[in-house]
């Protein structure tokens, strides 16, 4: 039971990533018609807006370490905490759900300048032009963020007070055996929120419901006269903001490097297909399904009978999916069905 | 006279709507037979329903003696029953010579023929019956322009060719003055009066009433769906049900 | 098109003249040494390849270094298991991966568009990740499939052939090393099986079939009623293709006995998207350059450091020298594929074409300026896609 | 310059295929020919050139990038050393030693450099470029043992010593030995022979064991040699779970332990991935478990300081082994850390010593043979018997070219006096106690001419 307990949570932790990530993609989509290869490299580009916030507030002073007297060594203590003391420190410690307040807003403008500035000039180009150009941009950003950070994983722990993990069990009464990371918890939550957040939006406002009458029918919301286009940069600017707050919150997870965003594209682009091209909904489910499916594949029980499958169940159902029902889950009819 | 497409009881429904009932029709060999009537009557999903697009849901569409319903639409065309479209569909990015070669070669090669080795450039016979085709539209001279850069004019005229080298039993023509101006219009009504096209076997689907009247030897009418009359077009004009249904609507176009 | 064609024997004669002559004309680049010019010559084939299906039926494939890796694989269990000579690893590796890309092509020709891109891509991932973990004991996983000194080699060994104790032999093709003449020989091996997987795809593009290929391209509704069947076509393009990568794979082994799962994986797969559009999807020659260029980046421009891009710019006042040092240097040595990510989106934005395109504008250009009747010409096609615009406007 | 060298190895083979008796007789085209090099020529002969160049193949990328940048620091400390500049480091607690600071064999030290991006394709392909294209004379470096395999297995086929970078694998010295190829660093099997003791002492006979395992050659030897000798000492292994390099987020792996019933996690992960498999552990609340009525225990077999460092907390109290470290009090360690602390402010890890160490040992058996021809060279390492190099007496044993010293047990430090204080040696193994027989691991080294 308890076993079965923590992969669920495991799998709705890998999910809320994925539906996330696949949120966004599919919100440009399904409005803008966009296939956004460039999309993992959004989340990567977020979660380096923690790790250049948390360098930023970290900014130390060298002093020498007396400690090693073999040769002369340098510590680092960060001017926060050399002015502020505990308090400096505690911001320092605090730095990843901090830099979400910087991270909204440069990925609002990295949105806007990528949608005002490539994305645009491609809405009329087939779906492989789009593909090739945004693939371009995407090892473009990855090689930027490469060129400054280096190649290699910076780690970007979570704040102390979270650092640790929660008796998840004892807390429902279950066993107390049953542990879960507390970051992992606030991660599913989080993107609860985020979903949620996207999808009152959508729902409760005119702008969401142009948005959504966008997606259903295109042309005839152009023929409105509704000024589209500005609606489509919003649109745009969303979608890189839901990915960059996932790959912020994501990085204590995972130590941000410059190649996360490909490993995440693949994934999220099968996310999408699985959900239903343009389908938001469809891609929220089928984020978490896949997050959970992939969990229980990767059981030793389930890997005994069927060697391998925790790395292909994903691709598997992928393929499934498109060979039968290629509008997928919760796709409208008739989108790319040919 | 012996019929070469025999379309009988044949209904389909799209959801709610009732899109063809009950629909029967004649088409004999050697004439040009024109369907028209309002948008919207079926008479889209009537030709689709011909050539292997939609399937019905009952009734029989025989062509030569053989089904036709639920045959793939490649094979239909080697049956001998080839669609020419209402807005053009032509190879764009190749050119006309090239558009025309490739009906030829289906002609020639049937549904698949793996044929890597072969080379365009010495297939003489079927370059010449290509450029023959082309003069006879009068497109000779474009032969290596990319058909996507040809006037709207010229592209019907290549979709005509296409369409006549294949030599089919029954050619079916969605439309072929649609959007055109009056000499363009004229222009294809002599096309399609002249040469090779006059003796083929023709069902045209039009609502141009000049076009209809300057080509057809037998009209039938559609009208939500269902056929209400078909006669020469002597009969048609004269038929008050016609009249009420189709053409007192038609002036107003 | 028709220029393209104009001869076979002259295209095929100035072809394997550049090819042959590489070791030569490429020493002032410092791109002279065996193991890149039999990389030009391995992924060029492999691009040639490529190109036949992306290029002449325009179904982009995300996953077709799945066969260049099954190829790899078969080939070395082909040295490893039957004999050393290359020309037997060759031929099954090339079958093999034609079998791996009939099955996967099979199922993903079902979906068209981007749909397909993704069964692809999803195919070869499985593939890829597979071979990293289950299937080890046929790759060998991350360290990568090697032959060993006591493989038992049965096809040697039965005719006579033994090579215990004399460590780990090399492959041969009927005698001769393939590292021999300082490895040379492997780069020339190569270079002829390139000529003749280039000689190939020329007779696909001249061909009816490639010409029908070129029409699903344009138009796949219209060859349907046509009267084409047009799944075995495009099934037919993706086995050709599909084979053509397992060639270039099983190559890869001939010269240097080892596959790893590393070169399955879906961004291997957009590396040969990369040198195909680069170079100029649906022309002969463009893939190849793409993966001459690409190649050439990877291996050269990635180890220059700035000590030689102060030499490059030496010639510079110092404060220029030194600036242009700063500008250059994030886009060689380790920034290379900044260069490449950004050169590729440029050729998607401005030169859909490729450097092809390029080329041909370069010469239309210089044509319009230096040649009258030509300029007559160029302007006649003008006015008539400005024609063609209009019409399309009115409708 | 290139026609010419065509044209001698043309030769060669020509004369080799006459002087055959095998290629007069050979019936079908379909034998094997060997391709040998004149006693005075070989591959990249520095001949009248003024300097040598060597090649360094390290990880700039990937899982193990931390290990490769401090590899590649070492060795270009290794080469100011043996060019004459520096303080001389080891060079001057090396016995027997040769090397006089002017180079090698009087000619002076310049070096390139590869990514190995941890991938055998492109680690091989690097070594190539280097080989072929800038002339390389011997290849050194690398941080993961796939790749020390596929390096050496080609420098076998090129003719290229490849001194072996950090590789932990039995593999490279065993099954995959070559004769071209040397290790310095120790192996699985000797972590396996110097930790089982020790594990004895600490945690009992009665341990259930849970592997999870980096899907490669040096994670399926670890993993072997760590089982066999736990299940001498009586532990049962519970699972041995392998787990794709790189991973990055080890979840799905971390929690089927929990509910295993395993009291023990023995992470054969190395760099990055054991960072964060390590801390993932923790963070799933492994170390606060009590299982079988015992403490949950981490094992991480194959330590290192950068790792500890990138762990944390988390390393403190965890038990492993390892190569060296920098705390070792002898002269030699002591000199070495001095001058690489000196140059970078940092102490070296042990991928930098095994380094380091491998330079200068490739220099002097130059220097000892006399000749950069490798065969000779070759013959010198083989049964070389050295000090002074941090790691006590140390042999290059002949059968299989693998370096026999003493290991070092440790454990992360719970009080570290400095930020780099990380491990504290929990027992220094002798020799004697990890010492195999060569035949234990198989493999045939292959000839020395090629």
Known sequence: MDAILIQILNGLDKGAAYALIALGLTLAFGTLGIVNFAHGALFMLGAFCAVTFSKVISFSKQIKDESVTIFDAYKEIPYLEIWWGDFGALIVDFAVPLSIIVAIPVMILVGIIMERGLIKHFYKRTHAEQILVTFGLAIVIQEIIKHFFGANPIPTPAPDIVSGSAAVGALVGLSENLVYPWWRLIYIVFSGLIIFAVFAFLQFTTFGMVVRAGMADRETVGLLGINIQKRFTIVFAIAATVAGLAGVMYSPILPPDYHMGMDFLVLSFVVVVVGGMGSLGGAVAAGFLLGVLQSFASMNEVKSILPGIDQIIIYLVAVVILLVRPRGLMGREGVFED | MTNILEIKGVNKTFGGLHALRDVNLEIYEGETHAIIGPNGAGKSTLLNCCIGKLIPDDGSVTFNGNNMIGVDAHDINHAGMVRVFQTPEIFPELSLLENVLIPALAKRDGTFKFNPFGDIFNEKEIREEAMATLAEFGLEGFSEDHAGSMSRGNKRRLELAMGLIQKPKLLLLDEPTAGMARLDTNNTIDLLKTGKMREMTKVIIEHDMHVVFSLADRISVLARGHIIATGSPEEIKNDPKVKEAYLGEGDHE | ?395 | MKKNDTNKSRRTFLKTATASSIAATAPASMFYIKDAFAAEDFRNNPKDSKTVTLGFNVPQSGAYADEGADELRAFKLAVKHLNGEGDGGMMNTMKPSMLKGNGILGKKVAYVTGDTQTKSDAARASAKRMIEKDGALMISGGSSSGVAIAVQGLCQEMGTIFMAGLTHSNDTTGKDKRRYGFRHFFNTEMSGASLGPVLEKEYGNERTAYHLTADYTWGWSQQGSIKKYTEELGWKTKAAVKTPVGAGDFSQFITPVLNSGADVLVLNHYGKDMVNSLTQAVQFGLRDKQVNGKDFQIVVPLFSRLMAQGAGDNIKGILGSTNWNWSLKDAGSQAFVKSFGKEYGNPPSQAAHTCYVQTLLYANACEMAGTFYPPEVIKTLEGYKFDGMGNGATEYRAEDHQCFKDVLVVRGNEKPSSQFDLLEVVQEVPRAQVEYDASLLGGELGPYKV
């Open chain 3, 1 to 395: 098109m028709k220029n393209l064609f104009k001869s076979n024997m002259s295209i095929m004669l100035v072809f394997s003249a550049i090819v042959l002559t590489a070791p030569i004309w490429l020493t002032p680049l410092g791109a002279n040494y065996p193991d890149l010019l039999q990389k030009f010559a391995i992924f060029g084939l492999f691009a040639v390849g490529y190109n036949i299906l992306f290029g002449l039926t325009g179904y982009l494939s995300f996953g077709h270094a799945a066969f260049l890796g099954v190829g790899s694989y078969t080939a070395v269990w082909s040295l490893k298991l039957l004999s050393m000579n290359v020309f037997l690893g060759i031929i099954l590796g090339t079958i093999m991966s034609g079998i791996f890309a009939l099955a996967i092509g099979y199922l993903s020709l079902r979906r068209s568009g981007i749909y397909f891109s993704i069964l692809t891509l999803a195919f070869a991932q499985m593939a890829y990740s597979l071979a990293y973990s289950v299937l080890t004991p046929i790759t060998n996983g991350e360290t990568g499939l090697q032959i060993a000194a006591n493989d038992p080699r049965y096809l040697d060994s039965l005719v006579g052939i033994s090579q215990q104790g004399q460590g780990i032999p090399s492959t041969n093709f009927f005698g001769v090393l393939l590292k021999s003449w300082d490895g040379y020989f492997g780069f020339y091996f190569a270079a002829v099986i390139l000529i003749l997987g280039f000689y190939l795809s020329l007779r696909v593009f001249r061909s009816p079939f490639g010409l029908k290929l070129r029409a699903i391209k344009s138009n796949q509704t219209r060859m349907t009623y046509t009267g084409f069947n047009t799944r075995p076509y495009l099934l037919s393009a993706f086995v050709i293709s599909g084979m053509y990568a397992g060639l270039a794979g099983s190559l890869m082994v001939a010269i240097d006995p080892l596959a790893g799962a590393e070169r399955m994986q879906w961004t291997a797969s957009g590396e040969v998207v990369l040198m195909t559009i680069l170079g100029g999807v649906g022309t002969l020659i463009g893939p190849m350059l793409g993966a001459v260029v690409i190649k050439y980046f990877e291996n050269i421009f990635s180890a220059l450091n700035n000590s030689e891009l102060h030499q490059v710019f030496n010639f510079l006042p110092s404060f220029l020298e030194e600036t242009m040092v700063f500008i250059v240097s994030p886009f060689v040595g380790s920034g290379w594929h900044l260069t490449l990510g950004a050169l590729f989106m440029l050729v998607v934005i401005f030169l859909p074409g490729g450097m092809m395109e390029g080329v041909t504008k370069i010469n239309s250009f210089l044509k319009r300026k230096f040649g009258k009747t030509d300029a007559e010409e160029s302007d006649v096609s003008i006015q008539q896609e400005v024609q063609a615009k209009a019409q399309q406007g009115g409708e």
